[in-house]
Nanobody, 120 residues
């Protein structure tokens, strides 16, 4: 079974940028959709952005025009480029994948999370 490992979080000032990475490892028959979720203190986890196997993307309204999701298949890595960051973007960001394994089971896999803090 595959794993997802995030990196790239940290402390950034308002208006700054960060790029999160999610490396996909292991054996899959097919990865159907990948996405970034976040969970702020005291709030529920929410979908930030997702990209499907056809390359179609979707963003939560609060990040449209500021965040961009992408995949580099050669590096087995998904990215989230975050620009014009705001304090309300502070959260733990999780990588997520909906995939089909070698036994044709549909699975949902989560990374361990990476903390993004936007503060002056």
């Amino acid at each position: 079974q595959g794993q997802l490992v995030e990196s790239g979080g940290g402390l950034v000032q308002p208006g700054g940028s960060l790029r999160l990475s999610c490396v996909v490892s292991g054996s899959w028959r097919r990865i159907n959709v990948m996405g970034w979720y976040r969970q702020a203190p005291g709030k529920e986890r929410e979908l930030v952005a997702r990209i499907d196997s056809g390359g179609s993307t979707k963003y939560v309204d609060s990040v449209k025009g500021r965040f961009a999701i992408s995949i580099d298949n050669a590096k087995n890595t998904m990215y989230l480029q975050m620009d014009s960051l705001k304090p309300e973007d502070t959260a733990i960001y999780y990588c997520n994948a909906g995939a089909t394994d070698l036994s044709f089971r549909n699975l949902e896999v989560w990374g361990q999370g990476t903390l993004v803090t936007v503060s002056s």
